[in-house]
């Protein structure tokens, strides 16, 4: 049987089933569908940018975004000003462990964190803050860089990204193409396709040619974050070959950073004795009133009841379908019925389009073991705990902070259930 | 075509595709897409081009679609790629379904006409002269897997079988399908031995074929009428579990007869709510304290591939854990998406390939892992493994049977 049931498989759920396993708990990890890390980044943010809240300087409009270098060293200030944010839950160094714990579990995947955040060059030119970075993609501080990318990808124009890494990274560019399909004949190749390609050395090879015949004498070379899923070593092959530092570039989703991520925390959860389930929602749950006896699986066939004695619910917000909103404009959590922070504001979506969207602050609130709490703070049941997009209080994609309150939290509220319930000993 | 009796069934899959955000998450663990790039994609033939068909087809690649159901199982927004898919080429191929697939979705058929001359049937499939003829007359590859004709069935056995005479726990209805009854007949008998060591009432009803491979290749007037056979025969006991070893024809009652070709006759529902793959059985008997760990030591290491079908119940790999607890074993996940087969998908002369490359990595596990033995818990998916990799291919129970001291 199951100590924890942890339901959703993104960063949350990862981690908080892999840090129960460690703890000798038996976890069983119940995930509609795989989770949201690889439409991410393949990075950890911890605070990319602090927004200035309501209205900027002028008192009309949000004010202008400001690029976060030292993230610990801003959250306490962000945190005063942000009193209804989940990181208010936390202490700077619950967030830095936090964020250490993911990085030690990754070693080959995410390079440790120093305090600083990194910069990463995007498919459009920008240069994205974030905290731990994969080894790929490591800015060299170059004064001239060559952005390259073969003709059949799609989503990448290496002299669109070129022109606006000019300005945003203040170096000398150049764009260049290179023409090689992932596959032969093959016209619009997905970044997946020249991945798995790029796992081939012999591949490999030839896109390192192609790339060393096209460039210049640039310091540096950006290419489509595609290099290899299955190998993480491709870009310092391809590093090695060109005689200069390769940088991963950030494309839209699919994100192969992201799969490798992904890849990386699932197989360190199965292999640390994670029961996953995947492919069947989770449609409800027995209570006694106070304590949730188990949860209802929808399987094929029939619904299968998960007996538990903690839950840990980490479904992500809006863009999972655990927080919807009703043609009355009334948001519910649609699983539990929890109760919702923010869920009243006025205004929740609004019709411009670089405005933030309240409805997006919504959320379900937390005391600080993250256990779900009732407007008078009371615990809605006592064995239940939610971890990352969930939460209320943060934009998470304005100021890129989503994985760091994600990993932050998922710990927390195992560790909150460490202690207060002993463990139970094996009965098999 | 507008053929109305497909998409009035498709009704609700059809209702799912405005759930699609775009993801792609689907397309970046679909196992056809990533070797070739004749198929474009479960996204592409499914949600997106679903809202052009309208009952006629706007892209014949949908016909390199194995059917594994990988995309509606890694869709976290409930989209029914698959079951979409499944109904949209079945459309399209409608009226011209060719020969090759009527006779090798009719398994039963290919079981009882090589039973009685099993060696000369097992000569010929091993012929290579044959195999290329049957290539070039019925589009049959020539190196694809084949099963291994016996002259004894499951049936056979069971009648002279005599069961132990005091039951201690309920009864159980045992569903072997069709390569249980011909092909697989020693899994057939070593799960009823099981059964029967843990102290049920096996009943095993005359059973028919569910009609999968029929539905696989479109032809879904005759595997409707099969799995509702299927269903009234299993359905005996009203009050009994029904356990089977044929794993994938049990995702064929849970749901893809209802999901893809909406048969929503009671006694298919009830059968599909009360089926359990057996170790799923095995593990919820576990799950209670209530499956006798009194195990001999197997010493071994071995690759375990959980077969498509079965990881589309959406139950997680009840083998995995269920292996665990018999000491001395080592049971790998291969964490492979497909083996390749996909049912039929893998011996059509014009699919062989892709099914061996979608394989490959699973191939490649079995021989890094355990050259010798794997584990799986589908029919043919074992018979891909073993022809591929040269290694013994077996069902979980297997293992039970030997740690239990059965044989």
């Known amino acids: 049987m ?81 009193r209804d944010h989940p990181y208010a839950h936390f202490s700077v160094d619950q967030v830095r462990e936090a964020v250490d714990w993911l990085a030690g579990l990754t070693p080959d995947l995410l390079v440790p964190g120093d305090g600083a955040n990194h910069v990463v060059p995007t498919a459009l030119g920008a240069m994205r803050p974030t905290y731990l970075v994969q080894p790929s993609m490591v800015w060299p501080d170059p004064t001239s860089v060559a952005v390259v990318g073969p003709r059949q990808i799609k989503d990448f124009y290496p002299d669109l990204a070129a022109a606006n890494l000019e300005k945003t990274a203040q170096v000398r560019t150049k764009g260049y193409h290179i023409d090689l399909p992932a596959r032969p004949g093959e016209v619009d190749s997905s970044p997946v396709a020249y991945a798995s390609s790029l796992d081939d050395p012999a591949f490999l090879k030839r896109f390192a040619e192609l790339v060393a015949q096209a460039i210049g004498d640039e310091q540096a070379v950006c290419l489509p974050a595609i290099l290899g899923l299955r190998r993480t070593d491709a870009w310092r092959q391809l590093s090695e070959i060109l005689g200069r530092p390769v940088v991963e570039t950030l494309l839209a989703p699919p994100s192969i950073p992201g799969m490798r991520l992904n890849e990386a925390l699932t197989t360190q959860a199965k292999a640390a004795g994670v029961r996953v389930v995947l492919g069947s929602q989770v449609t409800g749950f027995e209570s006694d009133g106070r304590v949730i006896t188990a949860v209802t699986l929808r399987q094929a066939g029939r619904d299968q009841n998960f007996p538990a004695s903690q839950i840990i619910y980490a479904p992500g917000g809006f863009e999972s379908g655990a927080l919807t909103m009703d043609s009355y404009g009334h948001v519910h959590e649609t699983l539990f019925d929890l109760p919702l922070v923010g869920a009243e504001q006025k205004d929740l979506l609004t019709g411009d389009y670089w405005a933030d969207q309240k409805l997006f602050t919504v959320g379900v609130g937390v005391d600080d073991s993250m256990r779900p709490v009732s407007a008078d703070k009371q615990p809605v049941y006592q064995n239940l705990r939610v971890a990352g997009g969930l939460l209320p209080g943060a934009i998470r994609w304005t100021e890129k902070s989503g994985d760091a309150i994600a990993v932050t939290s998922a710990l927390a509220a195992v560790d909150a259930v460490f202690a207060t319930s002993a463990p139970q000993g094996g009965t098999n | 075509m507008f053929e109305p009796a497909s998409y009035e069934s498709n009704l609700l899959a059809r209702a799912s595709l405005d759930q699609c955000v775009k993801c792609t998450i689907c397309e970046t663990q679909c196992p056809v897409l990533a070797v070739t790039p004749l198929f474009s994609g479960p996204k592409f033939v499914g949600p997106q081009a679903e809202r052009y068909r309208h009952g006629l087809v706007v892209d014949h690649s949908l016909d390199y679609c194995s059917s594994c159901g990988t995309c509606t199982l890694v869709c976290p927004q409930g989209v029914k790629i698959a079951e979409l898919n499944s109904v949209a080429r079945a459309a399209m191929k409608k009226g011209h379904t060719p020969l090759r697939d009527q006779i090798i979705s009719r398994t039963s058929f290919m079981g009882k006409a090589m039973k009685p001359v099993a060696p000369l049937a097992n000569a010929v499939l091993h012929n290579s002269a044959a195999r290329w003829a049957m290539e070039k007359t019925l589009g049959i590859h020539r190196k694809a897997a084949m099963p291994t004709a016996h002259s004894h069935s499951f049936s056979d056995w069971w009648k002279k079988h005599t069961p132990p005479s005091a039951p201690t726990r309920g009864k159980v209805v045992y569903f072997h399908g069709c390569a249980g009854e011909f092909f697989e007949v020693e899994t057939s008998i070593m799960t009823v031995e099981v059964l029967e060591h843990l102290g049920f009432e096996v009943i095993t009803p005359t059973q028919g074929c569910c009609g999968l491979p029929m539905q696989s290749n479109g032809l879904f007037d005759a ?45 298919l529902i009830k059968v599909g709510s009360r089926i359990r793959e057996v170790s799923e059985f095995l593990l919820d008997l576990a799950d209670h304290d209530d499956l006798p760990l009194d195990f001999s030591p197997i010493e071994m290491t071995a690759p375990y591939h959980a077969p498509c079908q079965l990881k589309g119940q959406g139950m997680g790999r009840p083998a995995v854990e269920l292996l665990k607890l018999i000491p001395g074993l080592t049971v790998v996940d291969a964490e492979a998406t497909c083996c390749g087969i996909a049912g039929t998908y893998g011996v059509k002369k014009e ?4 099914g061996q490359a979608v394989g490959r990595p699973l191939f490649d596990k079995v021989r890094e892992i355990n050259p010798d033995f794997a584990i799986c818990d589908t029919e043919t998916c074992r018979w891909q493994i073993a022809t591929a990799t040269g290694a013994t291919v077996v069902h979980p129970i297997w293992f039970l049977h030997k740690a239990y001291g059965l044989g």
């Open chain 2, 351 to 354: 699919k062989y390939d892709i």
């Open chain 1, 2 to 82: 199951t100590d924890v049931i942890v339901i959703g498989a993104g960063l949350a759920g990862l981690s908080a089933s892999i840090r129960a396993a460690q703890a000798g708990r038996r976890v069983t990890l119940l995930t509609f569908g795989l989770g949201g890390l690889q439409l991410g980044q393949g990075t950890i943010d911890v605070l990319g940018y602090t927004t200035s809240g309501e209205t900027g300087a002028g008192g009309s409009g949000p004010g202008p975004d400001r690029p976060v270098a030292r993230p610990f060293d801003q959250l306490p200030g962000y945190v005063r000003a942000h």
């Open chain 2, 223 to 267: 595997a409707r009428k099969h799995v509702r056979t299927l269903a009234d025969q299993l359905g005996v006991e009203p009050d009994a579990p029904i356990v089977a070893s044929a794993s994938s024809c049990v995702t064929m009652l849970k749901h893809e007869a209802h999901d893809i070709m909406g048969v929503d006759d009671e006694s």
